[in-house]
């Protein structure tokens, strides 16, 4: 399974966009500082993940919050009434 995960920076209001086929792992490599463009803002805890069959809908899944950015906007907001 490959999956679409934003995570939330626990210090900062900062948020990241990732896919991977490993998802607890990859969450301990942003906590550990070992993910260049995350390090500056640890610790994170996933806010949202979404499961996919195939790694060419995750990655485009991916894309489209990164690039439109509006559904990432609204995954945050729903986020942050919790």
């Known amino acids: 399974m490959w999956y679409v995960y934003i995570i939330k920076s626990e210090g900062k209001k900062w948020y990241y966009v990732g896919s991977t086929n490993r998802l607890a ?41 990164k690039d439109k950015r509006i559904e990432k906007e609204r995954i945050i907001r729903e986020f942050e009434r919790k």
Do not use: C, M, W
């Not at 906590?31 to 949202?48: A, D, E, R």
């Open 25 to 65: 792992e990859r969450l301990q490599e942003h906590n550990k500082g070992l993910v260049i463009s995350t390090k500056h803002y640890l610790p994170f805890n996933f806010i949202f993940t979404k499961e996919f069959n195939l790694e060419k809908n995750a990655r485009d899944y991916e894309r489209l919050l």
